[in-house]
T-cell receptor, first 111, second 113 residues
Framework: DSGVTQTPKHLITATGQRVTLRCSPRSGDLSVYWYQQSLDQGLQFLIQYYNGEERAKGNILERFSAQQFPDLHSELNLSSLELGDSALYFC??????????FGPGTRLTVL | DAKTTQPTSMDCAEGRAANLPCNHSTISGNEYVYWYRQIHSQGPQYIIHGLKNNETNEMASLIITEDRKSSTLILPHATLRDTAVYYCIVRVFFGGSQGNLIFGKGTKLSVKP
């Protein structure tokens, strides 16, 4: 158990819909990272937040957004969902920018 | 693109040492070598990291060559539960804007009875 929690574990929705994935970092960690893992793209970095502020962006679509709240939990919002958005979404956390610890992931299925 | 090169797959007999190689010939002086593994579709699990000295923890040992252009992850007594995809990643320690991990395809390790 890494200490990072993610909810929900599974999410099934339809194209065009909007979903929110939630991540709670390890106690004391200030940085949160989001990654997407699809069958054809592997694990890809989406976005990083540090103490509430966006720190880095990767291959995140404009339909996707994230935020980190004062209690340091983070949410990843995915809108206008397409079939290709079906993937595993992982959250990771670290104290500053050092070793990242990953959560168990949310499996999103878009039908 | 990932800065590392790993074999696509490897087999190991249960109870034997598993030695997973990684090439990172373009590594910079301030970049560490990190190893993670992913068991089936679980979240990636941190294993170990190092800069230039060999490192050991309860999970594995990391051997880094003197020129730092390659490394080997050693699982001393592999078990069936070590079957996973192993990722070798190079990155700066306190990443800041470079803090994200860049995953390649990794090595699929199959531990066989």
């Amino acid at each position: 158990d890494s200490g990072v929690t993610q909810t929900p574990k599974h999410l099934i929705t339809a194209t065009g819909q909007r979903v929110t994935l939630r991540c709670s970092p390890r106690s004391g960690d200030l940085s949160v990272y989001w990654y997407q893992q699809s069958l054809d793209q592997g694990l890809q970095f989406l976005i990083q937040y540090y103490n509430g502020e966006e720190r880095a962006k990767g291959n995140i679509l404009e339909r996707f957004s994230a935020q980190q709240f004062p209690d340091l939990h983070s949410e990843l919002n995915l809108s206008s969902l397409e079939l290709g958005d079906s993937a595993l979404y992982f959250c990771a956390s670290s104290v500053l920018g050092d070793t990242q610890y990953f959560g168990p992931g949310t499996r999103l299925t878009v039908l | 693109d990932a800065k590392t090169t790993q074999p696509t797959s490897m087999d190991c007999a249960e109870g034997r040492a598993a030695n997973l190689p990684c090439n990172h010939s373009t590594i910079s002086g301030n970049e560490y070598v990190y190893w993670y593994r992913q068991i089936h579709s679980q979240g990636p699990q941190y294993i170990i990291h190092g800069l230039k000295n060999n490192e050991t923890n309860e999970m594995a040992s990391l051997i880094i060559t003197e020129d730092r252009k390659s490394s080997t992850l050693i699982l001393p007594h592999a078990t069936l539960r070590d079957t996973a995809v192993y990722y070798c990643i190079v990155r700066v320690f306190f990443g800041g804007s470079q803090g994200n991990l860049i995953f390649g395809k990794g090595t699929k390790l199959s531990v066989k009875p």
